[in-house]
């Protein structure tokens, strides 16, 4: 269900989705499960820094990265 969420908002296709929340639950050493769970009730990611991968802010923080 995240992924899907995270397709229809960003519209990213399913793998670079399911790499988004990847990512973010590696950044914040929370289980994918857990992250996930976190978007679904909050409907944001647990931190801003993470937008599809590509993006000007995704860039920016991969500088930072």
């Known amino acids: 269900m995240a992924i899907g969420m995270l397709i229809e908002r960003f519209g990213l ?3 670079q989705a ?3 929340l990847t ?3 590696q ?3 929370r289980k994918l499960y857990d992250t ?3 978007f679904l009730i909050t409907r ?3 931190s801003a820094e993470f937008e599809p991968e590509g993006s000007a802010v995704d860039q ?3 500088d930072s990265w």
Request: aromatic share 4%.
């Open 36 to 38: 996930a769970v976190e």
């Open 60 to 62: 920016q923080a991969s």
């Open 44 to 46: 944001e990611l647990p």
């Open 23 to 25: 990512r973010c639950s």
């Open 27 to 29: 950044r914040n050493h």
């Open 18 to 20: 399911f790499q988004l």
């Open 13 to 15: 296709d399913h793998h």
